[in-house]
Every structure is written in structure tokens, then in C-alpha cells.
């Protein structure tokens, strides 16, 4: 069974960081591409970075230079580092694996982060 578990969300002041933690169980975590989401309220889900199972890393322009993704293969973790947090970084967190060229894909339940005063 294949689980996704989020955590180190929570509650941080505008300018602050947090790091968000993927940890994955019941696949072959080196073979998927994982990525984090982000849904705020009334808003439509939307990517915010991924990495490849090489270690490519891609960020929707709004996070560029302040959120960094990383993976640690050998603990089957994924990372979000996320710096200079803005009141519309405000949203659930989700993380998602998929393994390339198959119908395989999973998600977390998801994780708040909220950034206010």
C-alpha cells in the first residue's frame, strides 16, 4: 500500500521558512518523479515544484528563489524549503508521486501552512 505523508507545516509569520517533509512508503521512490502542490481557498490546485527521479528540479515562478525541492532517496523523503514565505504562499500543501510513462500516481492528504502576522 502506497502512502504519502506529509508533515512540518504550520503556522509562520510573513518573511519566515519552513520545511515541509514528503516521507514515501510502498513503491520504488527513486523511480518517480515527485512533486508539491499547493491549493488555497478558492483557488484551484496548482504546482509549485518538482523533481525528477535524477534530481531535476523545476519551480512555478512565483516560488523561484525561495522555495528549493530536494528528494533523499535513501530515506525515500522529499523536500520543500520554503523561504521569504509571502501571505499568498497561504495554502494546503499536497505532495504526489509519478512514476514516468505509466498510469501510476499517488498523493498525500495534505498539510496547511499559513503565513500571517
Known amino acids: 500500500q502506497v502512502q504519502l505523508v506529509e508533515s512540518g507545516g504550520g503556522l509562520v509569520q510573513p518573511g519566515g521558512s519552513l520545511r515541509l517533509s514528503c516521507a514515501a512508503s510502498?513503491?520504488?521512490?527513486?523511480?518517480?518523479?515527485m512533486s508539491w502542490y499547493r491549493q488555497a481557498p478558492g483557488k484551484e490546485r496548482e504546482v509549485v515544484a518538482g523533481?525528477?527521479?535524477?534530481?531535476?528540479?523545476g519551480y512555478v515562478d512565483s516560488v523561484k528563489g525561495r522555495f528549493t525541492i530536494s528528494r533523499d532517496n535513501a530515506k525515500n523523503v522529499m523536500y520543500l524549503q520554503m523561504s521569504s514565505l509571502k501571505p499568498e504562499d497561504t495554502a494546503v500543501y499536497y505532495c504526489?508521486?509519478?512514476?514516468?510513462?505509466?498510469?501510476?500516481?499517488?498523493w498525500g492528504q495534505g498539510i496547511q501552512v499559513t503565513v500571517s502576522l
Open positions: 504526489r508521486a509519478v512514476r514516468p510513462y505509466t498510469d501510476d500516481n499517488y
Open positions: 510502498g513503491l520504488t521512490f527513486s523511480s518517480y518523479a
Open positions: 523533481i525528477s527521479a535524477g534530481g531535476n528540479a
